[in-house]
């Protein structure tokens, strides 16, 4: 690779700089600091690297918005398989019969009764135990994003009771706890920016005051 | 099971690294909101790497039937855009390959920037810096093709020289070297056209 002619007159090479853009490490720092020629060749590089930066947003901006039809029509095809995990026995009143669940309906159940509760999200959530053992203990473990402003912990104990709740109905299964991790506190809708429509908010809680919204 | 609409909307509100965990656990809707959300950013960089509208969608279709397959074996949720991203750049390239392959359908007729014509250009204040983005897209057109891959996955995709390396199965080093002659050739045109 000739390089001559991109070895400034300091002796030091564009190519070092380019590097020097992306690990921040050069042979000689002090030099690079007192250079005119290399802090010329830098602000051309770094200037580059702005304009390419407005060339991903112009293009980001070409591509449209994930809302768009093209991104409908690529889900449309995807048709994703589902995760149905583990299977887990029902009791069933005949004994020729065997009835099922999978883990994956009741992440979706937990997921469902987490998503309803005003402000609070769904994350990740595991069945730990051995689910296809009837009677068999297990700990349910379900981590949940809350807006900013809910008071976690009584979000906690209501979600806590409503999966219980849930669970018992829905399932079989004998659950000896449900682990709540909150994971992230989200920024208010309201304080997000103003563009976002409202059909993107939270639902509405009857009354603006935290400390009333769990009152019937 | 996709959830209340107020459930669904809400979605578009929380992190990613919790989209993620859901869209492991099998929730579709979570894994439709990361698309939705990355998307135009993935098809922005699979245009820029593969030169073509319709393989561009095409490489996001492949992306995302991928990960939503390799999605529990994610390490680090709260990165999957860039772990998105470096399978764009790989499904590029295979594209890229594929089509090398086929001499005859070489000639790319839904080329990027071809139909681009007048823009829809703020008329006053972004007019300059729009022209300057043009230029600079004219210039990333007469690269060498290996040295504007080397730039699209650094400068689009924030990745390391390791991660280009692999994904163009070259050593570390020669993407530092085709990556450093890229910016010089581009950094030179962009001064003149200063």
């Given at each position: 690779m000739n390089t001559t002619s991109d070895t400034l007159e300091c002796g030091h090479s564009l190519a070092e700089l380019s590097t020097y853009l992306d690990?921040?490490?050069?042979?000689d720092p002090v030099h690079l600091e007192t250079c005119p020629e290399c802090q010329a060749g830098l602000a051309s590089l770094r200037r580059l690297s702005v304009l390419g930066s407005e060339l991903l947003s112009s293009d980001v901006a070409d591509a449209g918005?994930?809302?768009d039809d093209w991104m409908q029509s690529i889900l449309d095809n995807l048709r994703l398989e589902l995760r149905p995990g583990r299977s887990i026995p029902l009791h069933s009143g005949n004994a020729q019969d065997n009835l099922w669940e999978t883990e994956g309906s009741i992440s979706a159940l937990i997921r469902s009764v987490a998503d309803a509760l005003p402000g609070t999200a769904a994350g990740k959530c595991r069945l730990h135990g051995?689910?296809?053992?009837?009677g068999a203990g297990i700990t349910v473990d379900v981590e949940i994003a809350v807006v900013y402003g809910h008071p976690m912990e009584e979000r906690a104990a209501t979600l806590r009771r409503e999966l219980a709740e849930a669970l018992a109905l829905h399932t079989e299964l004998a659950i000896d706890a449900i682990d709540i991790t909150v994971t992230d506190v989200l920024e208010s809708p309201a304080t997000t920016?103003?563009?976002?429509?409202?059909?993107?908010?939270?639902p509405p809680d009857p009354a603006d005051s935290p400390t009333t919204e769990e009152q019937p | 099971m996709t959830g209340s609409p107020a459930a669904q909307h809400q979605l578009d509100l929380v992190p990613d690294a919790l989209l993620a965990g859901r869209a492991a656990d099998g929730d579709t809707a979570a894994f439709e909101a990361l698309a939705r959300r990355h998307g135009p950013l993935m098809r922005a960089t699979a245009r820029r790497l593969t030169g073509s509208l319709a393989d561009a969608d095409d490489v996001v279709q492949e992306t995302l039937v991928q990960a939503w397959k390799q999605l529990d074996g994610?390490?680090?949720?709260?990165a999957v855009r860039g772990w998105l991203l470096r399978i764009v750049g790989s499904r590029s390239i295979d594209h890229l390959r594929k089509r090398r392959n086929h001499a005859d359908l070489s000639?790319?007729?839904?080329?990027?920037?071809?139909?681009?014509?007048?823009?829809?250009?703020?008329?006053?204040?972004?007019a300059l810096n729009g022209s300057r983005v043009e230029a600079l897209k004219a210039a990333l057109a007469k690269l060498p093709e290996e040295q504007r891959r080397c730039w699209v996955l650094k400068e689009?995709?924030?990745?390391s020289y390791e991660e280009i390396a692999q994904t163009l199965n070259i050593s570390p080093a020669s993407v530092r070297g085709r990556l450093a002659r890229a910016r010089i050739t581009l950094a030179r045109t962009m001064e003149e056209w200063r």
């Open positions: 690990t921040g490490q050069i042979a918005s994930g809302n051995d689910v296809t053992t009837p920016e103003p563009g976002t429509p409202p059909s993107l908010q939270t | 994610l390490r680090d949720p709260a000639g790319v007729e839904d080329a990027v920037d071809a139909s681009s014509g007048p823009k829809h250009e703020d008329p006053e204040s972004n689009f995709n924030d990745q």
